[in-house]
């Protein structure tokens, strides 16, 4: 059976219409941030069993972007918000553009440069 995956925009559709481009967690440091913020950016991310959050494009369809809530063992998708609502809703928590909770610490273990 093919894994489907909801849009909110166009319905249920299968999986294979998307494109994934990965987790939808990690938020763009600052430009003026530190060196070690923008290394744990770009490089450091987290290897989850269970249930993590992507970004997901409806290449095949709409062409929106998605963040889709999916179980990476056993590939169950729990929800799908587009992408935008998912950025607002981000914002109004507090989590500001700039301001990861990663990049405000440097990863255990690595010297800073």
């Known amino acids: 059976m093919a894994s489907l995956i909801t849009c909110p925009h166009c319905g249920v559709r299968p999986k294979e219409e998307f494109t994934i481009r990965g987790d939808a967690k990690p938020v763009r440091p600052a430009p003026e941030a530190e060196f070690a913020a923008w290394d744990d950016y770009v490089h450091i991310r987290d290897n989850v069993r269970g249930v993590m959050a992507e970004h997901w494009q409806h290449s095949g369809g709409c062409r929106r972007w998605l963040v889709v809530e999916r179980d990476t063992f056993s590939h169950d998708v729990h ?20 301001t990861a909770d990663k990049a405000a610490k440097p990863a255990k273990g690595r010297a800073k440069p």
């Open 79 to 98: 929800a799908v918000t587009d992408a935008a609502e998912f950025t607002l809703a981000r914002a109004s928590k507090g989590t500001k553009a700039g």
